[in-house]
């Protein structure tokens, strides 16, 4: 795998969309991380909040780490410190710890609400009526910074069916965009795409693309 050019050709392919990369490292070694770094990379996404701790430990602290996997409330207290962004809050349970470790932080923790637009069952991710709900208890957060959603497709080659997803997923964003809620809330960022999905997800309008397998070639199995 060539990392460097793997990242170019990305690169190139978002130049004239708004849509931004998000390197997903997990399970990488610091040295591949390094790599993708020296291409000019600084935003890099991780899912697990230990590993994602030590990284943020042994790597340069000009880099902006995106906790994007499912997140443990007990996990937080890992990553409040310096986390620029958690894609995956599915709760209002982890809203709260969240709050509760910014506030220990001292600052004010940027996040993404996750959809849940798959087929699958297991896949993360709330309801539309468990986001609006959610989205009401948002001014409780002082430490908290609503910013946008998150979502991920069904695990298919039936193109159709990620289309389908990310238009619903995207129309959820462009009507909450229209309403009003308090002053944390800022419907900007909308992340959807991932190796096998993203030129779709760049097409039907996100802004954040989470990237790993395309970047680094297969994972390890773990
Ligand atoms: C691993 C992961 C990705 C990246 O997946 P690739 O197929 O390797 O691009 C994106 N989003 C989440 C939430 C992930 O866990």
Known sequence: MNIKNNIKLLQRELGDTKCKLIAVSKTQPVEKILEAYHTGQRVFGENKAKELEKK???LPKDIE???IGHLQTNKVKYIAP??????????GKLLEEINK????ANRVIPCLLQVHIANEESKFGLKYDELLQL???VNNFPFIK???L???STLTDDQAVIRK???QLKQYFDDLKSKKFSKNIEMKELSMGMSSDYPIAVELGSTMVRVGTAIFGERNKV
Request: aromatic content about 12%; charged content about 15%; glycine content about 10%.
């Open 65 to 67: 780490w995106h906790m």
């Open 82 to 91: 310096f986390v620029s962004l958690i894609h995956s809050v599915d709760s």
């Open 165 to 167: 997803e990310f238009t």
């Open 135 to 137: 989205l009401d208890t």
């Open 150 to 152: 998150m979502g991920m």
């Open 101 to 104: 470790q910014g506030n220990k």
């Open 56 to 58: 943020w430990n042994d």
């Open 146 to 148: 609503v910013t946008g």
